[in-house]
């Protein structure tokens, strides 16, 4: 494993000469060397952990929030779950050589479209250790070079991974400088990785919108924005409100601190006095804080002036929003809730306050439903489905770097074919042009 001490730009060349021979490598080595990893995890398990409870311990003492803490906190069974997604990413087909399509041209010539590997790929990511082996995975199976740099947080967690993942890689047959760690530096550190164009072929960071403005400060390198999820559930008109009920709870609650949770929930005025009571109580009732407009307080008898009487019951978790509230990714127990008065107007508030990240309609009425799909910009669109679902996992591609809310090259989960590029391979017999 390289760890940048002087210089970014070496650590970045050494992974450029590894990614030429790791490309070359047989999809066997490459599997290989991923079940090498994945065992040397399950084997060091509670070195991980130790390493983990020094950054937790650390994020305590600083103020992290909790939703933060968690992305941040690896236990025994989390180790376990990562080990298994490298296994699961050794399973799936390889992409490296795959032909996306071929035919014979009319001169004779025989053209391939086939895939193969980008080459260097930085990874730059907040809080989460777990990211550090599930982009090494999928650079490892798409045949890649990564260079990681992970945040201060889980310095101590990203050591001990990456440096668990890259021996293993190495005794199993991986060239030296396939899987490499910049720890330590700052802005000038971040902004050297991002414009080593002569050795970097992408970065991918994982991370809120600061590193987004960040990056685009600085980087030369081609960038894919694996940004924030500013993310809406829409109970229509024809929805059935049972179901609306578990898929925005569902959506919020299940894991608050993940960019595919829902921040917003929108609800037609028809159904608006039959649901809203009832999925309120139960997102208060967990712990929810719920930023209401206008419409839903009143609904919900919630009225300005009521400050005394909320006093007396110790509040029931309902504010006031402002529009901001609608613009904000909040990562935890906090959620905006509007009424709206058709599809249409639901649509265009997705539009304006939206990341284009995943979008969800709950409805029965199948014109609506297409609608809704065809109309909402983003990543991913669900009919009568949580939010949540948005995963690289949950897409049988066995893991992901990140969710892409752009739209060249790579939009959604970046699972092995997102890593890879193509190339035409063209067979002749001795065609020349006229």
């Given at each position: 494993m390289a760890i940048a001490v002087s210089s970014v730009a070496e650590v970045c060349a050494g992974a450029r000469r590894a990614s030429r021979a790791l490309a070359a490598l047989d999809s066997a080595t490459r599997n290989r060397a991923l079940e090498a990893i994945a065992a040397a995890l399950e084997a060091r398990e509670g070195e991980i952990v130790e390493a983990n409870r020094r950054d937790v311990d650390a994020g305590e003492e600083a103020g992290l929030g909790d939703a933060l803490l968690d992305r941040l906190r690896l236990d025994p069974q989390r180790v376990r779950a990562i080990a298994a997604a490298v296994r699961a990413i050794a399973a799936l087909g390889d992409p490296?050589?795959?032909?996306?399509?071929?035919?014979?041209?009319e001169n004779g010539l025989q053209l391939r479209r086939v895939r193969v590997p980008l080459g260097v790929i930085a990874v730059v990511f907040e809080?989460?250790?777990?990211?550090?082996?599930?982009?090494?995975?999928?650079?490892?199976?798409?045949?890649?070079?990564?260079?990681?740099?992970?945040?201060?947080?889980?310095?101590?967690?990203?050591?001990?991974?990456?440096?668990?993942?890259?021996?293993?890689?190495?005794?199993?047959?991986l060239p030296h400088g396939s899987i490499n760690l910049i720890a330590g530096g700052g802005r000038e550190e971040l902004a050297e990785l991002a414009s080593c164009a002569e050795s970097v072929d992408l970065v991918i960071p994982r991370?809120?919108?600061?590193?987004?403005?960040?990056?685009?400060?600085?980087?030369?390198?081609?960038?894919?924005?694996?940004?924030?999820?500013?993310?809406?559930v829409y109970v229509d008109a024809a929805a059935d409100l049972e179901m609306a009920e578990e898929i925005a709870f569902n959506a919020k609650v299940q894991r608050p601190g993940v960019c595919n949770a829902a921040e917003t929930l929108l609800?037609?005025?028809?159904?608006?006095?039959?649901?809203?009571?009832?999925?309120?109580q139960r997102l208060t009732g967990a712990g929810v804080v719920l930023r209401a407009d206008e419409r839903t307080r009143a609904l919900l008898g919630e009225t300005e002036g009521d400050a005394e009487r909320d006093a007396e019951r110790g509040g029931e978790g309902i504010e006031a929003a402002v529009?901001?509230?609608?613009?904000?990714?909040?990562?935890?127990?906090?959620?905006a809730v509007g009424v709206v008065d058709s599809l249409e107007e639901a649509i265009d508030h997705i539009a304006r306050f939206g990341s284009g990240h995943s979008e969800a309609i709950v409805t029965r009425d199948l014109g609506a439903a297409r609608a809704f799909q065809m109309a909402v910009d983003a990543a991913c669109v669900y009919v009568n489905a949580s939010t949540r679902f948005t995963d690289g996992g949950e897409f049988g591609m066995g893991a992901e770097i990140g969710n892409s809310t752009q739209k060249l090259h790579a939009r959604g989960p970046i699972g092995l074919r997102e890593l890879c590029t193509y190339k035409y391979l063209i067979d002749g017999d001795g065609q020349i042009r006229a």
């Open positions: 490296v050589g795959e032909v996306i399509e071929g035919r014979r041209l809080a989460r250790p777990n990211v550090a082996i599930d982009a090494t995975a999928l650079c490892v199976k798409s045949g890649n070079a990564i260079v990681l740099r992970g945040s201060s947080s889980a310095a101590h967690s990203n050591a001990v991974l990456v440096e668990i993942a890259a021996r293993a890689a190495s005794e199993a047959g991370g809120g919108e600061g590193l987004k403005r960040a990056l685009q400060q600085v980087a030369t390198v081609p960038v894919i924005y694996a940004a924030s999820g500013n993310c809406h609800v037609h005025e028809a159904v608006a006095a039959g649901f809203l009571p009832a999925i309120a529009e901001e509230d609608f613009a904000t990714e909040y990562l935890g127990m906090t959620m």
